[in-house]
């Protein structure tokens, strides 16, 4: 007998469900309880507003604000148990942390299909067994023949089969379900965390012997692999972390443990899975933008279950239920990708700190460019510091050398020393990148009569030049418009490019080397990723080359035949305003560097500038990202700036300009009162125009918070938001809060 008979359902089903509003909303149970009887962890269909939809019940209570007799019951549950309880776990901390509404923060974390109130398949798995002894010629199969035939294949199957296996043979549902009303067939749930991957043959093909400081970066991880233990694995690209990250998964899926594997968005290449899965004989689940939502829901399972013992993906994949966690690693903890910059903000190296501490488990933060975040935690004793500084391959990694752009002729944006170093590296029989920040022909069109330039009507922003195909297109909007044949303000036909983008430095790059191909890789030459894995392909064949590329080529790749590498302008990313652009700059210059002379022989990086002698870009040129991150840090640190405080970014935008900033003005004052009371560490900053005000015909004001403690700037974003969600003004107005912002644009 079902336990849910003897104790009463609860009253009071409070229920999260996807609405940016942060409250949940009560309702009553419906008449049938799940088989587990309610529990946090279910989803439940209910009906909000006009509509239906599907929520998740987050507490059973026996009481509401509201009178009983005016709840609403819940139309049906779906879930036959709750979600993974470590998945809602994570929910509830990060809605939490980052001040987002938890409805909706489930309503995220979840595949499509279950969104959309597909049933999970369960952590259970039903089998099926012949009760009736064999030889029995049973009466009750005399005019079912496929029944009979059924019930004669369960029979060589004591053990029975799962209902997958049945259906492979032709057989349905039903009919296993007529044979169990006849009582001739019993069904059964088997708890799928119970089927541990067999381990014995775990490799597939042997691990690689470590190097010294590999070796002892692995013994320091091993050290505790059932505690809180996180790592700053910080080793310069191609220095083998991956092996090591290879070779620590071999560990915990040996003790019968998961393992998840977090990359950026642009690291999850075919090659990197190839390495994986050729290395591991147990299966290895891919979790990417490319999968279909049946596909992504099977492997969500297969995680959730325990079946699959090797996670890796991309940010999302930081919210996949793991049954046996034993180890989260994020590659290229730096990297930009993970942090998600809409809807719920989140930042997933950061979640999978929390993560591997509330399970208790290892973590490593790999990276040859770590954030400074992670530098600092390295540098107080939070994390381990594992250094690798030898490359597996004999070269180091090139030095950079600085080109001064001053007064130099240039084509395509390169200037003569440039184009006599490509020369020289492709009539050795090597190939060069070409690294350029910005696609399109031309950064924008101008007109060398009265000035005019191709503006966006939309935003405070030029129009970039496009040839393939011709038009002028806003980066920020995605407005288009044909290019015009004479200026519109003085009719004159003196209209020139300005500046160059990536299709403008292929054109140049194509009449000056004729004889070598040359490959563009960027947003819209590889709309389509077989594209680029063709070009990336025909590129590792080795045959002397030109490569021009956007950032897309900066990380990951291996190029092995790239000796020379030219980065066209240095400029445009160190001198932007934005606090963290320096460090993302230094980070992509030397992550680009890292490209250069991989295999047999030494690289050469020439990294054009109008500045030679900015100090920042010396330091980091003479001696590296790390002395250039020291001194990022101090400077920080003078500067009151992360991570020695905490940010939290409020901004608002509304077709007319007055409407945000009455709103930002209205809630700085209202906070500036109450942090004088509650919350005297945290200062508000605004409200002030975002750098760029106006996009897509919008205007974006922002308010910053800034606290040297957690707790009290925490504090101050539930008031603030408290206070928009009750605001009527604030209806008018699109807001949203960054915890943690990554840019303050
Ligand atoms: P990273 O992840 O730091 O960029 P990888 O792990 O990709 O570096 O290693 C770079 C290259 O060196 C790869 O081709 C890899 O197979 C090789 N390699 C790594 N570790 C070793 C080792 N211990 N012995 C021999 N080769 C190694
Ligand atoms: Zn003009
Ligand atoms: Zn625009």
């Given at each position: 007998?079902?336990?849910?008979?003897?104790?009463?359902?609860?009253?009071?089903?409070?229920?999260?469900?996807?609405?940016?509003?942060?409250?949940?909303?009560?309702?009553?149970?419906?008449?049938?309880?799940?088989?587990?009887?309610?529990?946090?962890?279910?989803?439940?269909?209910?009906?909000?507003?006009?509509?239906?939809?599907?929520?998740?019940?987050?507490?059973?209570?026996?009481?509401?604000?509201?009178?009983?007799?005016?709840?609403?019951?819940?139309?049906?549950?779906?879930?036959?148990?709750?979600?993974?309880?470590?998945?809602?776990?994570?929910?509830?901390?990060?809605?939490?942390?980052?001040?987002?509404?938890?409805?909706?923060?489930?309503?995220?974390?979840?595949?499509?299909?279950?969104?959309?109130?597909?049933?999970?398949?369960?952590?259970?798995?039903?089998?099926?067994?012949?009760?009736?002894?064999?030889g029995d010629d049973d009466p009750r199969l005399k005019?079912?023949?496929?029944?009979?035939?059924?019930?004669?294949?369960?029979?060589?199957?004591?053990?029975?089969?799962?209902?997958?296996?049945?259906?492979?043979?032709?057989?349905?549902?039903?009919?296993?379900?007529?044979?169990?009303?006849?009582?001739?067939?019993?069904?059964?749930?088997?708890?799928?965390?119970?089927?541990?991957?067999?381990?014995?043959?775990?490799?597939?093909?042997?691990?690689?012997?470590?190097?010294?400081?590999?070796?002892?970066?692995?013994?320091?991880?091993?050290?505790?692999?059932?505690?809180?233990?996180?790592?700053?694995?910080h080793g310069v690209t191609g220095s083998g972390k991956?092996?090591?990250?290879?070779?620590?998964?071999?560990?915990?899926?040996?003790?019968?443990?998961?393992?998840?594997?977090?990359?950026?968005?642009?690291?999850?290449?075919?090659?990197?899975?190839?390495?994986?899965?050729?290395?591991?004989?147990?299966?290895?689940?891919?979790?990417?933008?490319?999968?279909?939502?049946?596909?992504?829901?099977?492997?969500?399972?297969?995680?959730?279950?325990?079946?699959?013992?090797?996670?890796?993906?991309?940010?999302?994949?930081?919210?996949?239920?793991?049954?046996?966690?034993?180890?989260?690693?994020?590659?290229?903890?730096?990297?930009?990708?993970?942090?998600?910059?809409?809807?719920?903000?989140?930042?997933?190296?950061?979640?999978?700190?929390?993560?591997?501490?509330?399970?208790?488990?290892?973590?490593?933060?790999?990276?040859?460019?770590?954030?400074?975040?992670?530098?600092?935690?390295?540098?107080?004793?939070?994390?381990?510091?594992?250094?690798?500084?030898?490359?597996?391959?004999?070269?180091?990694?090139?030095?950079?050398?600085?080109?001064?752009?001053?007064?130099?002729?240039?084509?395509?944006?390169?200037?003569?020393?440039?184009?006599?170093?490509?020369?020289?590296?492709?009539?050795?029989?090597?190939?060069?990148?070409?690294?350029?920040?910005?696609?399109?022909?031309?950064?924008?069109?101008?007109?060398?009569?009265?000035?005019?330039?191709?503006?966006?009507?939309?935003?405070?922003?030029?129009?970039?030049?496009?040839?393939?195909?011709?038009?002028?297109?806003?980066?920020?909007?995605?407005?288009?418009?044909?290019?015009?044949?004479?200026?519109?303000?003085?009719?004159?036909?003196?209209?020139?490019?300005?500046?160059?983008?990536?299709?403008?430095?292929?054109?140049?790059?194509?009449?000056?080397?004729?004889?070598?191909?040359?490959?563009?890789?960027?947003?819209?030459?590889?709309r389509r990723r077989d594209a680029f894995e063709r070009?990336?392909?025909?590129?590792?064949?080795?045959?002397?080359?030109?490569?021009?590329?956007?950032?897309?080529?900066?990380?990951?790749?291996?190029?092995?035949?790239?000796?020379?590498?030219?980065?066209?302008?240095?400029?445009?990313?160190?001198?932007?305003?934005?606090?963290?652009?320096?460090?993302?700059?230094?980070?992509?210059?030397?992550?680009?560097?890292?490209?250069?002379?991989?295999?047999?022989?030494?690289?050469?990086?020439?990294?054009?500038?109008?500045?030679?002698?900015?100090?920042?870009?010396?330091?980091?040129?003479?001696?590296?990202?790390?002395?250039?991150?020291?001194?990022?840090?101090?400077?920080?640190?003078?500067?009151?700036?992360?991570?020695?405080?905490?940010?939290?970014?409020?901004?608002?935008?509304?077709?007319?300009?007055?409407?945000?900033?009455?709103?930002?003005?209205?809630?700085?004052?209202?906070?500036?009162?109450?942090?004088?009371?509650?919350?005297?560490?945290?200062?508000?900053?605004?409200?002030?125009?975002?750098?760029?005000?106006?996009?897509?015909?919008?205007?974006?004001?922002?308010?910053?918070?800034?606290?040297?403690?957690?707790?009290?700037?925490?504090?101050?974003?539930?008031?603030?938001?408290?206070?928009?969600?009750?605001?009527?003004?604030?209806?008018?107005?699109?807001?949203?809060?960054?915890?943690?912002?990554?840019?303050?644009?």
């Open positions: 007998m079902p336990d849910s008979i003897s104790s009463l359902p609860p009253r009071v089903l409070r229920v999260a469900v996807p609405s940016p509003l942060r409250r949940m909303f009560d309702y009553r149970p419906c008449r049938e309880a799940p088989a587990c009887g309610w529990q946090p962890g279910i989803r439940v269909r209910v009906p909000f507003g006009r509509r239906q939809v599907v929520g998740v019940v987050v507490e059973c209570s026996e009481r509401s604000d509201f009178p009983l007799e005016q709840l609403k019951p819940v139309e049906c549950w779906l879930d036959a148990e709750p979600l993974p309880e470590d998945w809602l776990w994570l929910c509830r901390f990060t809605a939490r942390y980052y001040q987002h509404s938890l409805g909706d923060t489930l309503h995220q974390a979840m595949p499509v299909l279950l969104r959309q109130g597909r049933p999970l398949a369960g952590r259970m798995r039903e089998r099926w067994q012949a009760l009736v002894e064999p005019r079912a023949p496929r029944q009979a035939e059924l019930l004669a294949m369960l029979r060589q199957h004591p053990h029975g089969l799962p209902t997958q296996a049945i259906v492979a043979q032709g057989y349905s549902r039903e009919q296993l379900s007529t044979l169990v009303e006849k009582r001739l067939a019993v069904r059964e749930e088997i708890p799928l965390t119970a089927a541990e991957p067999a381990t014995e043959q775990l490799l597939a093909e042997p691990a690689l012997p470590l190097n010294r400081e590999q070796a002892q970066a692995l013994a320091t991880i091993h050290e505790r692999l059932d505690a809180f233990h996180p790592c700053l694995l991956t092996e090591v990250y290879l070779q620590l998964i071999e560990a915990v899926v040996a003790r019968g443990r998961q393992a998840l594997l977090l990359v950026p968005e642009i690291g999850l290449t075919p090659q990197t899975l190839a390495r994986f899965r050729s290395r591991f004989r147990v299966p290895v689940v891919a979790l990417h933008s490319g999968l279909t939502d049946n596909e992504r829901l099977d492997a969500w399972e297969a995680v959730a279950s325990g079946r699959a013992p090797i996670v890796i993906g991309t940010r999302s994949a930081i919210f996949t239920p793991l049954a046996r966690p034993g180890a989260i690693i994020v590659d290229e903890e730096h990297d930009g990708s993970f942090k998600q910059q809409e809807g719920l903000r989140y930042h997933a190296r950061d979640l999978a700190v929390a993560r591997a501490k509330h399970h208790a488990i290892p973590l490593v933060l790999g990276s040859a460019t770590p954030s400074l975040e992670s530098l600092y935690h390295a540098e107080r004793g939070n994390y381990r510091h594992l250094r690798l500084t030898r490359r597996a391959s004999r070269h180091a990694p090139a030095r950079l050398e600085l080109v001064d752009l001053r007064g130099r002729p240039r084509q395509g944006g390169l200037i003569p020393p440039a184009i006599e170093a490509i020369r020289t590296t492709l009539a050795a029989g090597h190939q060069v990148l070409v690294f350029i920040n910005r696609r399109g022909f031309a950064p924008t069109l101008a007109c060398h009569a009265c000035g005019w330039l191709a503006d966006c009507d939309s935003c405070d922003a030029r129009m970039t030049l496009h040839r393939q195909p011709p038009m002028l297109a806003c980066h920020h909007c995605d407005k288009r418009r044909p290019v015009p044949d004479a200026c519109p303000d003085c009719c004159s036909a003196d209209l020139r490019p300005l500046g160059s983008g990536t299709e403008r430095t292929e054109e140049t790059l194509a009449t000056l080397f004729p004889k070598v191909p040359v490959h563009r890789i960027d947003r819209d030459s590889t070009t990336l392909a025909e590129v590792r064949r080795g045959e002397p080359c030109l490569l021009v590329g956007t950032q897309m080529l900066a990380k990951g790749h291996h190029l092995p035949h790239v000796t020379l590498v030219i980065v066209v302008n240095a400029d445009a990313g160190l001198y932007a305003s934005d606090f963290r652009a320096l460090e993302h700059s230094a980070q992509l210059l030397t992550q680009v560097a890292g490209r250069a002379g991989r295999a047999a022989h030494p690289g050469r990086v020439l990294v054009q500038t109008l500045h030679t002698d900015d100090p920042h870009l010396r330091l980091l040129a003479e001696h590296g990202y790390d002395a250039l991150a020291s001194q990022l840090l101090a400077e920080r640190r003078a500067a009151a700036l992360p991570p020695f405080r905490f940010l939290a970014l409020l901004r608002l935008e509304s077709p007319r300009e007055e409407t945000s900033a009455a709103l930002g003005r209205e809630a700085a004052a209202m906070l500036r009162e109450w942090l004088g009371e509650h919350a005297p560490d945290v200062s508000c900053l605004g409200p002030v125009p975002a750098p760029m005000e106006r996009r897509q015909n919008r205007y974006h004001m922002q308010l910053l918070l800034s606290g040297g403690r957690r707790s009290q700037l925490h504090a101050a974003c539930a008031r603030l938001t408290a206070w928009l969600e009750a605001s009527p003004e604030a209806r008018r107005v699109r807001w949203s809060l960054d915890v943690d912002p990554q840019t303050l644009g």
